[in-house]
């Protein structure tokens, strides 16, 4: 079974920065697409910002360049640094590994999650 460690989360004041970090094992982190998605209260999870083992990097609107997705292939990880925090991105966090095999094949593995808070 694949593991997702997922780390990071916390609580901060708007304006205030988190970086969360996910690692995978080194095949799925070579071969697939790494993503962080969020899950507010009461709503649906929505993607936040993905990045492919290609280097191709995505970023939902909302995030207006203050997050900042990045990978340490040494070390098997993916992180999301968050500046200029506003309330609503409070959320759970989750790290997402997607990985399509020859015969189109989709494995889908999620973290368990990671609270960010950002409240006065």
């Known amino acids: 079974q694949v593991q997702l460690v997922e780390s990071g989360g916390g609580l901060v004041q708007p304006g205030g920065s988190l970086r969360l970090s996910c690692a995978a094992s080194?095949?799925?982190?070579?071969?697939?697409?790494m993503g962080w998605y969020r899950q507010a209260p009461g709503k649906q999870r929505e993607l936040v910002s993905t990045f492919t083992s290609g280097g191709s990097t995505n970023y939902a609107d909302f995030v207006k360049g203050r997050f900042t997705i990045s990978r340490d292939n040494a070390k098997n990880t993916v992180y999301l640094q968050m500046n200029s925090l506003k309330p609503e991105d409070t959320a759970v966090y989750y790290c997402?590994?997607?990985?399509?095999?020859?015969?189109?094949?989709?494995?889908?593995?999620w973290g368990q999650g990671t609270q960010v808070t950002v409240s006065s």
């Open positions: 080194r095949s799925i982190f070579s071969s697939g697409t």
């Open positions: 997402n590994a997607v990985i399509v095999l020859r015969d189109g094949t989709v494995y889908d593995y």
